[in-house]
Every structure is written in structure tokens, then in C-alpha cells.
């Protein structure tokens, strides 16, 4: 897996809430082996028995959730979708490659399965996943409240009474708000 | 703030979520944050064949900047009041 690096474990610094040990993952159906999963509030990272692993940063973390279905063949396991590509040994030549950058255009979604050996643990892992991704919201975000640093604005409404009922009819229709 | 509360007062209702992946997730609204980070229980995929390994999946939770739109039951919003909220809302924030 050319996208596994070595890395120190994460510890108190970096906000570790949880490790899980003995803990497989399963990158888009293809198992990289038995590791340690670590949740911790800076990033989510896995590192194997030789000290290989990855990190995910938690804005890349479009949803993750709980598999509770024993049938399934990897047993109860944490389900992570990430908003990121994540290269793998391409077994295709460099002409399908170029195929494939057609697909750039489309959101690059990897899923991630952490299956822990120790079931009983899954609840408290989503949990703390749950937390840390409470920590890192988008920075970008169209309705921040940065309005209040514009000093123009508030000059602007000096003695202005704002009437939120509309005396004309359509006043505020104008207002296009981008979402 | 408006529309953390507007979404909490959904809570225990079904709803679809649309991420902006294209993935659409049918589930019962549990929780949601100030970020509109959602947890949903009970969902299903729109689309298992894309997406078959979330067939498993009862509850998840999806991070608020991934979602293009939720949709939601009619008869359970209230537009008119909720257009006067936001233009109330856009109005302070403007303050």
C-alpha cells in the first residue's frame, strides 16, 4: 500500500480520546491488515503491528456510522466514508489511468471499515468519533457571523429602524442568498 | 442558530439526506448540532448497488458541510413561518 507511512502513534497531545487495539481495517473492500485504531481529536489514524498506518483528517470524514449486521462477512464493524482519494497499488496501466481522471470531476469517495476484535467496543468508538468531528467544522461557512467585524454595516444602521415587517410589497424578495 | 433550531424541532421524523456526493440517506432524524452535523437512525441508501457496504448500517452520523439538502416531511414545516424566521434572522445579522 504505497499511501501507508510511518508515523508515532498519537498520544495526550493530540487529544486522544480512544485507542482501540486489534482492530482490522478494510480500505474499499481490500484488508490492510490488524492494527490499532486511534481516535483522537486532531485526526483518526490506524497504524499496523510494524508501525505503517494512515491518517484521516476529520473534514474529509463525510459520515461514518455503526454496522451492526453479524451476517455480513467482516462481522460488526465502524464504517467511515471519506471525501478524499486514496491511492492503492494500481494493478491498471498508465492508459487507464487516464480514464480515470474523467472521474475528478465526481466527489472521490473511499470507504473505510475498522473492525475491532472486541465488539463490545464499537458504541464507545462512534461516540468519540462523534466528538471529535463536533471539534473540526468547516471553516468556510456562509453564515458566520462575521458581519459583526464590518464596521461599514453598523455606521450604515445608525438611527435606522429595522421593521422586519416589509412595507413593500416584495421588499425583500430581491435578496439572493447562495447556499 | 435558526436553522439548528428549526431541525431540532424535526427531530423524530424521517427524513432524506442528500449529501453533496450524490448519496441519499432515508433515516429518522435523532440529533443534530450547531455545526447541523446529523445523526440518523434506522436509515437506508437510496442507492445500496453504489454504496453496498452502508446496507448494514442502522444509525450514522454525517457531517454537517457534506450536505447538500435534507428532505423533509411537508405537512411537518411550517414555510411561512420559517421564511419570516430567516429573513428576521438575515436582518440581525446584519446588524
Redesign the interface.
Known sequence: MSFLKSFPPPGPAEGLLRQQPDTEAVLNGKGLGTGTLYIAESRLSWLDGSGLGFSLEYPTISLHALSRDRSDCLGEHLYVMVNAKFEEESKESVADEEEEDSDDDVEPITEFRFVPSDKSALEAMFTAMCECQALHPDPEDEDSDDYDGEEYDVEAHDGMEVDTTPTVAGQFEDADVDH | MLFYSFFKSLVGKDVVVE?????S?CGTLHSV?Q?L?I?LTD?SVTDPEK?P??????????????VRCVQLPADEVDTQLLQ?AA??E??Q???
Open positions: 449529501l453533496k456526493n450524490d448519496l440517506i448540532d455545526y452535523n445523526k436509515i454504496y457496504h452502508m446496507l448494514s448500517v442502522k444509525n450514522c452520523f454525517i457531517r454537517g458541510s457534506v419570516d429573513r428576521k438575515a436582518l445579522q446584519k446588524q
